[in-house]
């Protein structure tokens, strides 16, 4: 560890200070000083049974319709297979020999059409998610193998990598790329969801877990104007060849509530009590759950969970207030 001290210490003062615009390359670059490389994947993905949701990416030296070639192929790869199987264990593989058989043949076209000819890949899983973080670096020419060196420089490196990419995106909150994008095939089957998408659907809908588009949303989609107006969001479809590109945008509900209104359900989301809240703001408690009363019928939601959801999902700017100290008990009292 200590020969990559230089490379720990500029990586994670980059992610505490440099745009998300630029960071992943200048990470990346790091990286490449110590493990060449030409081309690189950085995955985030949900897993499901023996496939996956991809719900980030980031790509380097990569076409963008890599994703859903990968996406079509993916039982097939028995790299993704064995790092999903062996997690936090690093795996050097020569493409070649892995997909020799022909029950591969997908998948080693694949990995020629990207010239993925060799790689090394590492996959994760995030305690503070549930999700799965894999960061993939592959080399063009064909017996251009990664060491076993390189191999282990992978397995101490790429976990700092993957951490120092998600603090750089909690630090710079507003450019994340792609985050208010899903992609689907026609039939409604999500190959991608980001962020945002995730979080204004699942208000739409609760227990929406990313594998297909809602019915209602498709139903919509099909009609002309192919959009989707609901209660919470709003989404515009783009067809390209057999796949739906889907942007969502929030519905600006919150205009609707009074600046009284936006104070309490901020104060309420935040985790306070109604009557902590009427201690906060000065306000009788009855008149706190009027308030509230009146905030749920505007925004459409029923619970406060829904509200801290709608709030983060929102953009509203807030910040969870602490919660108030208990009173100090009166002499003599127990």
């Known amino acids: 560890m200590e020969s990559h001290a230089s490379f720990l210490l500029a990586l994670y003062r980059g992610a505490r200070t440099m745009p998300t615009t630029d ?8 990286l490449k000083g110590v493990i060449r490389f ?4 950085s995955t985030t993905v949900e897993l499901q049974g023996e496939g996956a949701v991809v719900r980030a990416i980031l790509l380097h030296n990569e076409p963008d319709g890599m994703v859903l070639d990968w996406a079509e192929v993916m039982r097939q790869d028995k790299v993704f297979h064995g790092v999903r199987d062996n997690l936090g264990r690093t795996m050097n593989y020569h493409a070649n020999s892995l997909f020799a058989g022909p029950d591969t043949a997908l998948m080693r076209d694949y990995a020629n059409r990207y010239q993925h000819r060799n790689g090394v890949v590492l996959m994760e899983r ?32 790429a976990p700092h990598v993957q951490e120092a990419l998600h603090i750089n ?26 962020p945002a998408f995730h979080a204004l659907a699942q208000l739409e ?45 929030k519905h600006f509900k919150f205009a609707q509530l009074s600046p009284r209104e936006l104070e309490v359900a901020r104060c309420y989301a935040g985790g306070l009590s109604s ?35 709608a ?16 009173a100090p008990r009166a002499a003599g009292r127990p």
Not at 23 to 30: Q, R, T
Not at 126 to 141: E, I, K
Not at 182 to 192: C, E, K, Y
Not at 209 to 233: C, T
């Open 23 to 30: 960071f992943p390359e200048f990470a990346l670059g790091l």
């Open 126 to 157: 995030d305690p503070l998610t549930g999700l799965h973080d894999s960061l993939a670096l592959y080399r063009v020419g064909d017996a251009d193998h990664f060491s076993a060196t390189e191999q282990r420089a992978m397995q101490l490196l």
């Open 311 to 326: 709030i983060t999902a929102s953009a509203v700017p807030w910040s969870p207030p602490p919660r108030l100290a208990a």
């Open 169 to 194: 995106q909690q630090t710079q909150q507003d450019a994340q790329p792609h985050g208010d994008l899903a992609i689907a095939h026609f039939d409604g089957a999500v190959q991608f969801c980001g």
């Open 205 to 249: 809908w609760p227990d929406w877990r990313a594998l297909r588009l809602p019915a209602e949303l498709l139903d919509a989609l099909a009609r002309p104007g192919g959009s989707y107006n609901g209660r919470h969001l709003l989404v515009s479809c783009t067809a390209r060849e057999r796949w739906l590109y889907l942007r969502a945008r």
């Open 275 to 309: 009557k902590e809240v009427a201690q906060r703001l000065g306000l009788a408690p009855a008149t706190v759950r009027n308030f509230l009363q009146k905030v749920y019928q505007k925004l459409e939601i029923s619970d406060k969970a829904q509200l801290a959801t």
């Open 38 to 41: 030409e081309k690189a994947r």
